[in-house]
């Protein structure tokens, strides 16, 4: 992922779009952490599995306009990724599904 092709103000945009949907993933429901979230319960892989990204339907992250952006739980966010280009690459997205296969908690 290049962050060059993200702007400076990225992570309020980010920030604000969760925040609008109640850190809930847009596609399967799931409840996301918030920043800060004690978790002393969950491992790293598991707090990985809920966290909120925000997706970029033209996979264009310098593309910003609201209905551009999705909220998506990593398990989504991946999912939309698996069979597209996009700005993950294709060892990041296999770790990630591996790890979300295996967290095994509910939220």
């Given at each position: 992922?290049?962050?060059?092709?993200?702007?400076?103000?990225?992570?309020?945009?980010?920030?604000?779009?969760?925040?609008?949907v109640?850190?809930?993933?847009?596609?399967?429901?799931?409840?996301?952490?918030?920043?800060?979230?004690?978790?002393?319960?969950?491992?790293?892989?598991?707090?990985?599995?809920?966290?909120?990204?925000?997706?970029?339907?033209?996979?264009?992250?310098?593309?910003?306009?609201?209905?551009?952006?999705?909220?998506?739980?990593?398990?989504?966010?991946?999912?939309?990724?698996?069979?597209?280009?996009?700005?993950?690459?294709?060892?990041?997205?296999?770790?990630?599904?591996?790890?979300?296969k295996?967290?095994?908690?509910?939220?």
């Amino acid at each position: 992922m290049s962050s060059s092709r993200y702007p400076s103000n990225w992570k309020e945009i980010a920030t604000a779009v969760k925040e609008s949907v109640g850190w809930r993933c847009q596609k399967c429901g799931k409840l996301c952490l918030k920043p800060g979230e004690k978790t002393p319960e969950m491992t790293l892989s598991q707090r990985r599995a809920y966290t909120l990204q925000v997706h970029h339907w033209n996979l264009n992250p310098a593309d910003n306009r609201i209905e551009n952006l999705a909220p998506l739980c990593t398990a989504c966010h991946l999912y939309y990724h698996q069979f597209r280009r996009g700005n993950i690459s294709p060892g990041q997205l296999s770790i990630e599904l591996k790890i979300h296969k295996n967290s095994g908690v509910s939220r």
